[in-house]
């Protein structure tokens, strides 16, 4: 574990005002998980104070156990038929003009939960049709229907996270595979060239500059757009240690070298997350 003090550009302002607690109250009011809450994302207070959240279906407990991540693994749960309804009710109650859906990894489920995300997209548009909803996809084992059942439900972007580079992925996800999840991202743009591509990854967990400019050429090989990259925290000591804080202008340096290596929308910061300010790619 990185025992130094978490630098300045960590640290968060904190803000009150009625918008947080109307968020999580309406969050609470239909019984929805999100992955601000789960990842204990250091932006909630921004995010819920702008009323937005990222939803996250399919339960709260994922098959698989990546050591960075602060979602439990456990038994999973059974599917909540009346979720679609729900998240639709919320997004419609906040207000919300983009949404950000994502799940638990489901490998326990035949079809790994696409015609879930299939409905939640479908009822979203049903209820709020201005509303354009991103969705971050677990990897569905690499299974192309699985995939298609999503992208049919037309949602504006389909994000899948590589998370860390290729070299890392034993130490960091080791349930998860890089080419599969590149593979994931080619078959997006390949079957729905409509539909936004969206990749994040994280850093501070022990790599280099050059493996991370040859994820970036991975990825627009595959025809990725969107790219977020965000410093990683360490929910617990149990979890991956921080190797490193990455300093702001590394990030600045990252976005530069993405945005000239094709990408057309590039979020690079030590706050940035998967979902942070998403919206704003679509309004590039
Ligand atoms: S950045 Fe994403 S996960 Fe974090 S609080 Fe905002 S919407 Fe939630
Ligand atoms: S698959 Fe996703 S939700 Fe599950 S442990 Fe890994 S990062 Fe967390």
């Given at each position: ?11 968060v ?32 207070i921004?995010c ?8 996250m ?12 991540c602060?979602?439990?693994c ?28 994502t ?20 009822k ?31 949602p504006a ?22 080419r599969?999840?590149l ?25 280099t500059k ?35 804080y ?5 990030f ?31 309004k590039?």
């Amino acid at each position: 574990m990185n025992t130094q003090r978490k630098p300045d550009w960590l640290k968060v302002k904190l803000s009150k005002g009625q918008s947080l607690s109307y968020t999580k109250n309406i969050i609470a009011q239909f019984s929805l998980n999100t992955v601000c809450d789960e990842a204990n994302c250091p932006n909630k207070i921004e995010c819920f104070g702008k009323k937005t959240a990222t939803f996250m279906i399919l339960g709260s407990n994922c098959t698989r156990n990546c050591r960075f991540c602060n979602v439990t693994c456990g038994r999973p749960e059974t599917v909540d038929a009346g979720e679609p309804e729900n998240v639709a009710k919320a997004v419609a109650t906040l207000g919300l003009k983009y949404v950000v859906v994502t799940s638990v990894t489901r490998d326990d489920l035949d079809d790994g939960g696409s015609e879930h995300f299939a409905q939640v997209i479908g009822k979203i548009k049903e209820v709020s049709p201005q509303t354009s909803v991103e969705v971050l996809i677990p990897d569905f084992k690499g299974n192309v229907e699985a995939l298609k059942t999503v992208g049919d439900a037309a949602p504006a972007v389909i994000s899948h996270n590589v998370e860390t580079v290729p070299r890392l992925y034993n130490e960091v996800c080791p349930q998860s595979d890089y080419r599969t999840s590149l593979e994931v991202i080619k078959n997006i743009k390949l079957l729905y060239p409509s539909i936004m591509s969206k990749t994040g990854i994280m850093v501070g967990l022990g790599e280099t500059k050059e493996d991370m400019i040859q994820v970036f050429r991975d990825l627009r090989e595959v025809g990725c757009e969107i790219l977020t990259i965000g410093q990683y925290l360490a929910p617990s000591k149990e979890h991956h240690a921080v190797i490193e804080y990455i300093h702001p202008d590394v990030f600045e340096e990252y976005k530069n070298i993405a945005y000239e290596m094709g990408f057309t929308f590039v979020k690079s910061g030590p706050l940035v997350r998967s979902s942070y300010h998403a919206d704003e790619a679509l309004k590039s």
